[in-house]
């Protein structure tokens, strides 16, 4: 096996096994929902193949793809149809090419927000540590090209949130890796619900610019361990 084909093979495992923690948060029901893993050293990415229930997915299943989205011919997977969001992946790889995962969730209370076309304001500890500020909202983009790949791209370069929520569809998160996209997943629905809890309550207090910078600066920097992939 070489080199290529060793990445290939742990990249598939790790994107396989963080569906579960879709499942496990519940981001997502039925078949929606997708992650990607960009293969480290090389221009592919592993996504969830089309309409495959979380249940049967295996490893073997994702569909190793190239940078413009097309199916490698030849690779395990490569019969079925990759993810109907495959394109706005591809794209995100190619023009952010620090990134090295994408996820994406129709969970309640981002897709909520998503649906409101209202950022998340930044008025919780836990959003000025994982996104640096709001969650930022991207235009609307209709699945089929990769309209919602430039709307994400578009709204998150030169942002500090790894998450966007597109306008009237739901959250997409990007990270180091695919582990760290999930991540992101996970806190965006959290945070989410958060604030839309607050908002029952009455006006949500935004915190201080000063005060964000300063919690995102010691989280992505001091909290955790020194190895970590993503503090």
């Known amino acids: 096996m070489t080199g290529n084909d060793t990445a290939v093979a742990e990249t598939r495992a790790e994107v396989a096994r963080l569906h579960d923690e879709l499942v496990r948060a519940g981001l997502v029901v ?5 992650v990607s893993g960009r293969v480290p050293g090389t221009d592919r990415f592993v996504i969830k193949p089309s309409g495959v229930s979380y249940d049967d997915l295996r490893p073997e299943h994702l ?44 969970s309640t209370y981002a897709v909520a927000w998503a649906a409101r076309g209202e950022e998340i304001p930044c008025a919780i500890t836990a959003m000025a540590d994982e996104f640096g500020g709001p969650v930022p909202v991207g235009p609307l983009a209709v699945i089929g090209d990769d309209s919602i790949g430039q709307g994400i791209v578009e709204t998150l370069r030169g942002h500090r949130s790894r998450a966007v929520l597109m306008r009237g569809h739901g959250p997409f998160t990007i990270g180091v890796s695919a ?25 949500v207090q935004p915190l201080p610019a000063e005060l964000i910078d300063r919690l995102y600066d010691r989280y992505q920097k001091v909290y955790g361990q020194a190895d970590d992939e993503r503090r």
């Open 63 to 106: 569909v190793l793809c190239d940078l413009d989205g097309r199916p490698v011919p030849g690779a395990p997977g490569s019969e079925r149809a990759p993810s109907s969001d495959t394109a706005a992946h591809a794209y995100v790889y190619r023009n952010m090419p620090d990134v090295g995962g994408v996820a994406h969730t129709h």
């Open 179 to 203: 582990r760290d996209a999930v991540k992101a997943a996970v806190m965006v629905e959290d945070v989410a619900r958060s604030v839309h809890a607050a908002k029952q309550m009455g006006p």
């Open 30 to 34: 039925w078949t929606g929902g997708n």
